[in-house]
């Protein structure tokens, strides 16, 4: 089984390296720079070969970490931390059909996920969880 969601940090091999060896230098395993680059450049030719099978089969979202470090945590953020909108029809006529349209087009362009709140409500109480006890009482 596939995981669902998986991440790749992009770095150039360079700057990869260059980050390490400043990390490292002070630390006990501290590894040549020889080394370094052929780990890098094995992992970066496994992953290129794995990359394609994850995009077909997960949700791969890939993270430049070249830029620094707070615009990359930033981006990462952005792929873990979900988005709820509620979408809630307005007074006039066509509400209803505009609130699927919004939907939809949340849905087809930006991978949006649709929770109808009604069925998860029943499905709590159902469940008897701590939440649907609170709901029924």
Do not use: W
Request: hydrophobic share 30%; aromatic share 6%.
């Amino acid at each position: 089984m596939a995981p669902s969601r998986v991440f790749s940090l992009e770095c150039s091999k360079d700057l990869c390296q260059e980050r390490m060896i400043s990390l490292s230098q002070n630390d006990g395993a501290y590894q040549a720079s020889s080394i370094l680059s052929k780990r890098i450049r094995l992992y970066n030719e496994n992953a290129k070969k794995l990359i394609p099978y994850l995009q077909k089969c997960s949700n791969l979202k890939c993270v430049n970490t070249e830029q620094n470090f707070e615009q990359a945590f930033q981006q990462l953020s952005n792929c873990v931390e979900p988005t709820v909108l509620l979408v809630r029809p307005g007074g006039n006529a066509d509400s209803v059909d505009k609130r699927q349209q919004i939907i939809d087009e949340l849905k087809n362009s930006k991978d949006f996920k649709e929770l109808n709140v009604h069925s998860l409500i029943t499905q709590e109480c159902e469940r008897n969880t701590e939440v649907g006890r609170q709901i029924s009482a």
